[in-house]
């Protein structure tokens, strides 16, 4: 597949590149803060980028009308409202965690609220790498939207090169339950970039969740 990236030169955008090249797709747009250039149209459009690039991002899709996965996160209300709009042209998959792993814990913690009654406190803490810019993590924000209880903050460490850990503690008194997801490297969101990818081209118009994708 001929495909494009915008964030092309951050960690992400790297690592994508790395694995869609093993995988035998061929980047032919590219986009960062810096650059961008179209060696032939994309088939499909990837951004792992930044929050104040979003705008451009979606001038790009409605200019070119491709299919666009997008990862970025710090997303609001307001930007998904825009990507709802632009997804009645176009397929858009979005997710702030395509790690397979984190989607599966997702599927846990649905079940947790058939168990846990207001004796539990609940703690959510995310851990991740001195350079990610926002905090809390958009995949700790999707998990607190999942318990029915009130989580009344996210705990947030920023901490040396940690790709990403996200842990759920439920506790009572005398024991305590936890759901912990780590990431070990960015092959944890890639290989869930790159099943999007595949799968992209056959969907309607609309737009998706990551898990919408992986329960296909
Ligand atoms: P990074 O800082 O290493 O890379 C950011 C990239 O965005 C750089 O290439 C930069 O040049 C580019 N950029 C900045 N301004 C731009 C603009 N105006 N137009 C185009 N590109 C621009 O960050 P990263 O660790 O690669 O993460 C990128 C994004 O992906 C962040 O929002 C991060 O939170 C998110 N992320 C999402 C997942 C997920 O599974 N959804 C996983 C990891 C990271």
Avoid: C
């Amino acid at each position: 597949m001929k495909y494009g990236l915008i964030g092309y030169s951050g960690k992400m955008g790297k690592a994508i590149k790395e694995l869609f090249d093993k995988n035998g797709h061929k980047l032919v747009y590219w986009k960062d803060s810096e650059k961008e250039e179209e060696i032939e149209k994309p088939e499909i459009i990837i951004d792992f980028s930044i929050k104040s690039a979003f705008l451009e991002t979606l001038r790009i899709i409605e200019e070119k009308e491709v299919p666009l996965i997008i990862g970025t996160t710090g997303l609001d209300e307001n930007d998904f409202e825009k990507l709802r709009e632009i997804s009645k042209k176009v397929p858009v998959i979005q997710s702030f965690n395509f790690s397979i792993g984190i989607n599966i814990m997702t599927e846990l913690l649905k079940k947790m609220n058939d168990f846990i009654d207001d004796s539990y406190d609940i703690e959510i803490t995310e851990t991740h790498h001195r350079f990610k810019k926002d905090k809390p993590s958009g995949t700790a924000i999707l998990l607190k939207n999942i318990i029915d209880k009130e989580v009344e903050e996210i705990h947030s460490k920023r901490l040396g090169s940690e790709f990403g850990e996200h842990e759920i503690e439920f506790a009572t008194t005398g024991e305590i339950i936890k759901l912990t997801h780590r990431a070990y490297s960015r092959e944890a969101f890639t290989k869930g970039v790159l099943l999007s990818a595949k799968r992209i081209n056959n969907l309607e118009n609309g737009l998706y969740t990551f898990k919408e994708i992986l329960m296909r």
